[in-house]
T-cell receptor, first 114, second 114 residues
Framework: DAKTTQPPSMDCAEGRAANLPCNHS???????VYWYRQIHSQGPQYIIH???NNETNEMASLIITEDRKSSTLILPHATLRDTAVYYC???????????????FGKGTTLSVSS | DTGVSQNPRHKITKRGQNVTFRCDPI?????LYWYRQTLGQGPEFLTY????????KSRLLSDRFSAERPKGSFSTLEIQRTEQGDSAMYLC????????????FGNGTRLTVT
């Protein structure tokens, strides 16, 4: 699976948009981009994933560049409860095996302050 | 709540003792994963089950670590002859059908070896 690069930390004011970048310059055509977050003392929580099109759900938006070498997770109106470590992961979906585990890096620690 | 359940939440043991953790996945999920997480690091993949078959175990940290899923439902992770370096959070996750269905994590078992 391709490697990802994320900044170690970011700050965001409450109510503002949080834009978390992720570089995955070696991504292959069959690799999806996944985002998870982990709030202190809890297990990671799935946020969103995508292949090439931008995606949006009730939690966030995922913007993937046209060349797919980078992506941005957008939390449109950050709250204090969004303070967490955010992980960007790329994973291939082999045609003959759907069980490949997600491999986590160190992620970005997002601190939302009032 | 029908999420992934892990027990116990906390375990303190003395070096050299054996410990066993239990994971109950989301009921319709046939794929189950164990991860370990140490302070400041992302979760580290250990092993994977599809139904009762353990399809990936090469990343178990040593032969002191073993996992089972005898009936394809709940799973156990055992650590024999614990060492202080085994102190960590042990996370379980499950996935349903579908090649790119997301992982759902439990809140983990925090192990402290004294």
């Amino acid at each position: 699976d391709a490697k990802t690069t994320q900044p170690p930390s970011m700050d965001c004011a409450e109510g503002r948009a949080a834009n978390l970048p992720c570089n995955h310059s070696t991504i292959s055509g069959n690799e999806y981009v996944y985002w998870y977050r982990q709030i202190h003392s809890q297990g990671p929580q799935y946020i969103i994933h995508g292949l090439k099109n931008n995606e949006t759900n009730e939690m966030a938006s995922l913007i993937i560049t046209e060349d797919r070498k980078s992506s941005t997770l957008i939390l449109p109106h950050a709250t204090l409860r969004d303070t967490a470590v955010y992980y960007c992961i790329v994973r291939a979906i082999p045609a003959n095996q759907a069980g490949t585990a997600l491999i986590f890096g160190k992620g970005t620690t997002l601190s939302v302050s009032s | 709540d029908t999420g992934v359940s892990q027990n116990p939440r906390h375990k303190i043991t003395k070096r050299g003792q054996n410990v066993t953790f239990r994971c109950d996945p989301i009921s319709e999920h046939n794929r189950l994963y164990w991860y370990r997480q140490t302070l400041g690091q992302g979760p580290e993949f250990l092993t994977y089950f599809q139904n009762e078959a353990q399809l990936e175990k090469s990343r178990l940290l040593s032969d002191r670590f073993s996992a089972e899923r005898p009936k394809g439902s709940f799973s156990t992770l055992e650590i024999q002859r614990t060492e202080q370096g085994d102190s960590a959070m042990y996370l379980c996750a499950s996935r349903g059908q579908g090649d790119n269905s997301p992982l759902h994590f439990g809140n983990g078992t925090r192990l402290t070896v004294t």
